[in-house]
C-alpha cells in the first residue's frame, strides 16, 4: 500500500516538475476521454497539440489568445503573492473593455492614431476602478474579497447588456446588439501583414519585465510578497497591510483592464456581449500552472492558449462539443492540485508482512518518489 509522508523541507525538484507532471497526466486523460468519445486519441491529440503551431498563421493566433491570458495573470500573480484572492478578474478585463470602447466610438475619420494610447489608459482605468470597488469594500468593511470580486463579474455582464442592447447599439446594426465598428484609426496596429498578432504582445512582453522587476527587484514588492507570506512578519517590519492590498488589487484590475482594451480595439473591433470568454477565469489556471512568476506564466498562457485553440478545431474537425476546452482547462488545474501534493509530500511503499503467530502485525516500509 502507499501512504504520504511529510517532506522535511518542500522539494524544489517537485515544484518545477510537478506543472509538467500535471500536463502529462492530462495528456493521458485526454487520450482515454476521446477513446470513450469514439474518436482516434492520435488525431485528438493532434489538433490540441500539433495544430496549433502548424505555420505562421497559427502561431499568431495563438499569441492573440495567449496576450490577454498572460496579461491577466500577471495582475493576479501579484494579488495571490500578497495572500488577496482576486477571483472577478474577468468583471474586470470587461470593464476595461467597456472604457476602453467608449473612448475609441468617440473617434472620427481624421482621429490620430495616438488615440490608440488613451484607449488603453482608459481600458487600465477600468479594470482599476471595478478592482478598487473590491479593495474599497475590503479595506473599509473586511468584506471578503473572493465574494466580492466573484459578484462584480456578473455586475459588469449586465452593464455590458445594457449598454450594447441600449443607449450604445448601432442604430444600423440591423437590431444587432454591438456597438458601431470603431475608426480604423483605433485598431491596435497589427505586427505582420495578414497576421492578426499585434503591439499587444509586445506590450504583454514588457508587462512581464515590469512585473519581474517589481516583485523581485523593489522595496514595494518585496514588502507585498512578505504581506502575504508571513502577516505577523510584516507588520514587526512596519510594513503596510493597507498599502498592499491596494497596490495588489489595482495592479491586477488595471492589468485586466489593459487585456480588455486591446481586446475590444483588437481582435474585436467593437463591443459585443460576447466579449466576456472567460479569459479572466482561464488567468488563474494560468497564473497557478506558472508558479506565479512572470516567466512561467509566459509558457503556461501559450499552453492554454493551446487549448482554446484546440478546442475550436476539434469542434469543427472531429464534431467534439465545445465544452471541451473547459474541461481540458479543469483536467489541468486538478491534476496540478494533486500534483502539487508532491512537493511538500513524498510517496512511500509500505509492505504488510504476515500475520506473527502472537497475533501481532509487523510492516516493511520502502521509500517511494
Request: charged share 10%.
Amino acid at each position: 500500500m502507499f501512504k504520504l509522508e511529510a517532506r522535511p523541507q518542500p522539494s524544489q525538484a517537485m515544484s518545477i516538475g510537478s506543472p509538467l507532471l500535471a500536463l502529462a497526466m492530462t495528456v493521458v486523460i485526454g487520450v482515454i476521454l476521446f477513446m470513450a468519445l469514439g474518436k482516434d486519441p492520435v488525431r485528438g491529440l493532434q489538433v490540441f497539440f500539433v495544430e496549433p503551431w502548424r505555420n505562421a498563421y497559427a502561431i499568431s493566433e495563438l499569441a492573440v489568445k495567449a496576450v490577454p491570458l498572460a496579461l491577466i495573470a500577471l495582475g493576479l500573480a501579484v494579488c495571490f503573492r500578497a495572500n488577496l484572492w482576486n477571483i472577478g478578474a474577468e468583471g474586470q478585463f470587461v470593464l476595461g473593455a467597456i472604457t476602453a470602447s467608449w473612448v475609441a466610438m468617440q473617434a472620427g475619420p481624421e482621429t490620430s492614431r495616438l488615440i490608440v494610447i488613451p484607449i488603453l489608459i482608459a481600458g487600465m482605468l477600468g479594470g482599476m476602478l471595478w478592482s478598487g470597488i473590491v479593495a474599497l469594500l475590503r479595506d473599509r468593511f473586511n468584506a471578503s474579497e473572493i465574494l466580492v470580486s466573484l459578484m462584480l463579474v456578473y455586475v459588469a455582464d449586465m452593464v455590458l447588456s445594457y449598454l450594447v442592447y441600449g443607449p450604445w447599439k448601432d442604430p444600423k446594426g440591423y437590431n444587432f446588439p454591438q456597438t458601431i465598428t470603431f475608426a480604423a484609426a483605433t485598431k491596435i496596429p497589427r505586427l505582420f501583414d495578414g497576421l492578426r498578432v499585434n503591439v499587444g504582445a509586445l506590450i504583454a512582453l514588457a508587462a512581464v519585465v515590469l512585473s519581474w522587476a517589481f516583485l523581485f527587484r523593489t522595496y514595494r514588492g518585496f514588502a507585498l510578497q512578505v504581506g502575504g507570506l508571513a502577516p505577523a512578519a510584516a507588520r514587526y517590519a512596519g510594513f503596510s497591510a493597507r498599502a498592499s492590498l491596494w497596490t495588489g488589487l489595482l495592479v491586477s484590475g488595471a492589468m485586466a483592464g489593459l487585456a480588455g482594451g486591446l481586446e475590444a480595439a483588437g481582435p474585436l473591433g467593437q463591443l459585443t456581449p460576447h466579449v466576456p470568454v472567460g479569459y479572466g477565469f482561464a488567468a488563474i489556471i494560468v497564473a497557478f500552472v506558472g508558479r506565479l512568476h512572470p516567466l512561467g506564466i509566459v509558457f503556461s498562457a501559450l499552453l492554454m492558449s493551446m487549448f482554446y485553440i484546440g478546442g475550436e478545431l476539434a469542434q469543427s474537425r472531429m464534431g467534439l462539443p465545445k465544452s471541451l476546452t473547459g474541461v481540458f482547462q479543469g483536467l489541468l488545474l486538478f491534476t496540478l492540485l494533486a500534483c502539487d501534493t508532491l512537493i511538500h509530500y513524498r510517496v512511500r511503499w509500505v509492505r504488510a508482512a504476515r500475520s506473527a503467530p502472537s497475533g501481532s502485525m509487523t510492516s516493511t516500509a520502502v521509500k517511494g518518489a
